[in-house]
Nanobody, 125 residues
Framework: QVQLVESGGGLVQPGGSLRLSCAASGFTLDTYIMGWFRQAPGKEREFVAAINWSAGSTNYADSVKGRATISRDNVKNTVYLQMNSLEPEDTAIYYC??????????????????WGQGTQVTVSS
């Protein structure tokens, strides 16, 4: 059974940091481009970051560029998202996902084939 499980979310003060993890089971990550998305209440799911299978290429939304780092450990079958200098606007449920093979645009949620259940990140003082 294919499964992605996110962890590491929580309540953090503005300016703080979090490291989100996404553990895969039922398939191996090493042939997939992996992405992180987020969805705030009343808003559409939006792209945050993506990383190719070899970790040689990364892509970030402008809203998190310079504050986020996506990485992966193919041996552990896990993808990470380090978020620094968090702002209240970063409050959302964060999801990891695996891009459908041969999909062209990694920023489009509809191009992802496997999704986790999400982890809540709340930035508030």
């Amino acid at each position: 059974q294919v499964q992605l499980v996110e962890s590491g979310g929580g309540l953090v003060q503005p300016g703080g940091s979090l490291r989100l993890s996404c553990a895969a089971s039922g398939f191996t990550l090493d042939t997939y481009i992996m992405g992180w998305f987020r969805q705030a209440p009343g808003k559409e799911r939006e792209f945050v970051a993506a990383i190719n299978w070899s970790a040689g290429s990364t892509n970030y939304a402008d809203s998190v560029k310079g504050r986020a780092t996506i990485s992966r450990d193919n041996v552990k079958n896990t993808v990470y998202l380090q978020m620094n200098s968090l702002e209240p606007e970063d409050t959302a449920i964060y999801y990891c996902a695996a891009l459908r093979p041969f999909a062209q645009d990694m920023r489009v949620a509809g191009n992802y084939v496997y999704w986790g259940q999400g982890t809540q990140v709340t930035v508030s003082s």
